[in-house]
């Protein structure tokens, strides 16, 4: 297996199939604000700025002024930079867009058999705890967050088999999302691309987004972590782990 296979599949704009975010058709970057979090965020700006101007303590006079004029700049410009140097995609009406790929030399066909046995994704997804079937298109799924759980029911919205599943959830969902697993044909017949697309509403807007990513909960971050070892249990039957084994370090923290 040449060292290439290993790298994640590139996900481009042209890629895009008829379900794509909109954000990717127009190949928009970095996080948009939504005109609710711009409103939400100018408020406290203006109110922190006043709270500065109004404090009789130096130090908290300018901090407090320092991070509400920050605020204030943000819901002006729509813009937050942080979460662009994060490179946290999100388009303009609040959805944080997160996509990978991976090759893998299987067929396709099998590959989306394993996706499609909802059951069975918590072994693929490590941040699902359980996905349970109500009927041929609903489910439940519950994922662990930095907070404990969080459940909410799904509806699978496109299953063409050996190519494509997609999936949005029901209305009422504590987190809002949709995605769609790809299954194509990698060139030079090496084997399958399997490329996932996902669109989540973080609670928290932008702001909760960068905060998942600082703590290391981004799904950016568990998907390519959860491809890479899809990839690994399907080529070598298993996924190599560091869980358990030494970190060769001698006691003492000596060499």
Do not use: C
């Not at 406290?44 to 320092?66: D, N, T, W």
């Not at 699902?128 to 969080?150: C, F, H, M, N, Y």
């Amino acid at each position: 297996m040449s060292s290439d296979d290993q790298k994640p599949v590139p996900v481009s704009p042209a890629d895009a199939p008829a379900a794509e975010p909109a954000s990717e058709t127009t190949g928009e970057t970095g996080a948009s604000l939504p005109a609710l979090e711009r409103s939400v965020m100018g408020s406290v700006g203006v109110a922190l700025m006043g709270a500065g101007l109004r404090s009789a303590r130096p130090l908290q006079k300018i901090v407090l002024g320092s991070v509400g004029a920050g605020l204030a700049a943000m819901a002006a410009t729509g813009r937050n930079p942080l979460a662009t140097a994060l490179k946290i995609r999100q388009t303009g009406d609040g959805e944080v867009l997160v996509s990978d790929g991976v090759t893998i030399g299987k067929p396709a066909q099998g590959l989306y058999a394993v996706w499609r046995d909802l059951p069975n994704l918590p072994n693929l997804m490590r941040h699902l705890q359980s996905v349970e079937v109500i009927d041929e298109r609903r489910s439940r799924w519950t994922v662990k967050a930095p907070t404990g759980t969080v459940s909410w029911e799904a509806e699978i919205t496109a299953d063409e088999p050996g190519r494509r599943l997609a999936w949005q959830s029901l209305p009422g969902a504590a987190i809002e999302n949709h995605g769609e697993v790809l299954f194509r044909p990698a060139p030079g017949n090496r084997g399958t691309e399997v490329v996932v697309r996902l669109a989540y509403r973080p609670p928290a807007g932008s702001v909760g987004a960068v905060v998942a990513r600082v703590v290391g909960e981004e799904p950016s971050q568990q998907l390519r972590d959860d491809l890479t070892r899809f990839k690994r249990e399907q080529e070598l039957g298993f996924a190599p782990t560091t869980e358990g084994q030494s970190s060769g370090r001698a006691a003492g923290g000596q060499a």
